[in-house]
């Protein structure tokens, strides 16, 4: 069984730019959900998808968008970075909705915003 | 005032000890309760899960909810070096989609050989 996966690794960008994530989920998962976690601080819900469609969100701005594709994978596009948007970027996969499903996490991806 | 409260630490403790962690939430609608364990560089990894109120033991961790006083803990008996690692509470209600998560600000502890 794979586990999720997340690529880059790390990236460095400048304000202003667009970046996109990308998240593999889990073998067999159906939903992914993208945290962001800011340096010593939990990570906080961006959104949520469930095939194909996004089934919650967290409070950030539109300029944070994503994308299910068939396979389930999926990414998060930020556009008009800020210097604030520099965060470890978490992928979670999990299986079904209702009641608890563990979420699995990916290892991040580190986003510099310089 | 933020949702979930627990104090990052860092938490020091001899090999052997008992680590005692702790969150306190105001959000009375939690119902799902999580802890999360996450080394450096590393996502968060779940240790352990309490749905509503009451305690939840496996191996060495135990988990407590006390949902009267909106207070969660978790306690890591016989700590080893291995346990060195910044511990996440995080919740939910019945009513979130099942992804949205409410995180603590982690708690990192450091147990010494």
């Known amino acids: 069984e794979t586990g999720v996966t997340q690529s880059p690794t790390h990236l460095i960008k400048t304000r202003g730019q667009q970046v996109t994530l990308r998240c593999s989920s889990q073998?067999?998962?159906?939903?992914v959900s993208w945290y962001q976690q800011a340096l010593g601080q939990g990570p906080q819900f961006i959104f949520q998808?469930?095939?194909?469609?996004?089934?919650g969100r967290g409070n950030f701005p539109p300029r944070f968008s994503g994308l299910q594709f068939p396979n389930y994978s999926s990414e998060l596009n930020v556009n008009a970075l800020e210097l604030d948007d520099s965060a470890l970027y978490l992928c979670?996969?999990?299986?079904?909705?209702?009641?608890?499903?563990?979420?699995?996490f990916g290892p991040g991806t580190r986003l510099t915003v310089l | 005032q933020k949702e979930v409260e627990q104090d990052p630490g860092p938490l020091s403790v001899p090999e052997g000890a008992i680590v005692s962690l702790n969150c306190t939430y105001s959000?009375?609608?939690?119902?799902?309760f999580m802890w999360y364990r996450q080394y450096s560089r590393k996502g968060p990894e779940l240790l352990m899960y309490?749905?509503?109120?009451g305690n939840k033991e496996d191996g060495r961790f135990t988990a407590q909810v006390d949902k009267s006083s909106k207070y969660i803990s978790l306690f890591i008996r016989d700590s080893q070096p291995s346990d060195s690692a910044t511990y996440l509470c995080?919740?939910?209600?019945?009513?979130?989609?099942?992804?949205?998560?409410?995180f603590g600000a982690g708690t990192q502890v450091v147990v010494t050989p």
């Open positions: 998808y469930y095939r194909e469609e996004e089934n």
């Open positions: 073998s067999g998962h159906n939903t």
């Open positions: 309490t749905y509503s109120s």
């Open positions: 979670a996969s999990s299986l079904g909705q209702g009641g608890y499903n563990e979420q699995f």
């Open positions: 995080a919740m939910r209600g019945t009513t979130d989609s099942w992804g949205k998560l409410q």
């Open positions: 959000n009375s609608a939690f119902q799902y």
